[in-house]
C-alpha cells in the first residue's frame, strides 16, 4: 500500500509523518501538496498536523478550502482511508468529514505533553492490531484540541461506538484529570459511520521510536498495513 501525506501552508508534523512512515515503518509514502487535485494513487491519505494558514479562524477552516481536499472528501466517500492528526484531526472536522468541532483548550493555555488514550475498539482499519481497553501513550501539543459536538451528536457517537480514543489515566480511566483539553466525555479520537476516516488529537507520528519515549503510534500505521493485508470485516455502514 502506499500513503500520501498532505502538506498545507503552516504544516509543521508532515515531514515527521514522513519520516514515521517511510523510515521508520519503511513503506512508500507520496508527499501531497494542498494545491494538488490528484492523489496519486495512495491508499491512505494523511493529514498531519501543524497550523495550517496559521490556525486563523477556526482552525483548519481555511485549509478546507484547499483544492486538494474535494479530492481528499471524494476520496473518503469512496470508502479510502483518511487519518487526521492534530490540525489534521481539525481539518477533517471543517470539510465535514468527521462529526463536530475543535475549539480553545478549557485552560486556553497551549499544552504540550505526553497523555494516555484509550482504545475503545479494535474492529476499525486504524486499531485492528489494539486490544479493545489498550492504553497507549501518546504525545499532544495544541492549543485547539478540546473536542466539542452538539448534545445528539455525542449521543450518536457513543451509541454507534465512534468514540475511538479516549483520554484516560495511566490506568485506563476517563478522569477530568486525564483530559488535556476539557474535550467533552474526554473523545480523543473519532471516526465517521463509514469507519474510513479518524481524526485524533495525540501525534501518533511522534510516538514511532523508543527515543522518542513510546512506540505506541506504530500501532496505528501498522494496524492500517494490516488491512491491506488481511482486510477486516466490514461494519454495516450506511453511505455517508
Not at 490540525?87 to 505526553?114: K, T, Y
Not at 499532544?140 to 451509541?159: D, F, M, N, Q, S
Request: glycine share 10%.
Amino acid at each position: 500500500m502506499r500513503w500520501g501525506v498532505v502538506t498545507f501552508p503552516g504544516s509543521n508534523d508532515d515531514r515527521d509523518a514522513v519520516y514515521a512512515l517511510e523510515t521508520v515503518l519503511g513503506a512508500p509514502v507520496v508527499s501531497l501538496w494542498h494545491k494538488d487535485r490528484s492523489l496519486g494513487g495512495v491508499d491512505c491519505v494523511v493529514l498531519p498536523g501543524g497550523f495550517s494558514y496559521g490556525d486563523y479562524l477556526r482552525c483548519g477552516a481555511m485549509a478546507r478550502f484547499s483544492p486538494i481536499m474535494q479530492s481528499v472528501v471524494e476520496f473518503a466517500r469512496d470508502g479510502g482511508l483518511v487519518l487526521g492528526i492534530c490540525n489534521g484531526f481539525q481539518i477533517a472536522c471543517e470539510a465535514g468529514l468527521l462529526p463536530g468541532a475543535l475549539v480553545r483548550n478549557r485552560s486556553l493555555r497551549f499544552v504540550c505533553r505526553d497523555v494516555h488514550v484509550r482504545v475503545e475498539r479494535s474492529d476499525s482499519p486504524f486499531t485492528a492490531l489494539c486490544r479493545p481497553g489498550e492504553v497507549l501513550r501518546l504525545p499532544v501539543k495544541h492549543g485547539a484540541g478540546c473536542y466539542v459536538a452538539a448534545p445528539a451528536t455525542l449521543e450518536r457517537l457513543e451509541a454507534e461506538g465512534r468514540v475511538l480514543f479516549r483520554y484516560v489515566d495511566a490506568a485506563g480511566r476517563p478522569t477530568p484529570e486525564a483530559n488535556p483539553n476539557g474535550s467533552l466525555h474526554n473523545i480523543a479520537g473519532v471516526t465517521n459511520e463509514r469507519g474510513n476516516v479518524v481524526g485524533l488529537m495525540p501525534h501518533v507520528e511522534h510516538a514511532t521510536e523508543s527515543l522518542l519515549g513510546s512506540e505506541d503510534g506504530l500501532k496505528i500505521f501498522r494496524s492500517v498495513l494490516s488491512h491491506f493485508h488481511e482486510p477486516l470485516p466490514r461494519r454495516t455502514v450506511s453511505s455517508p
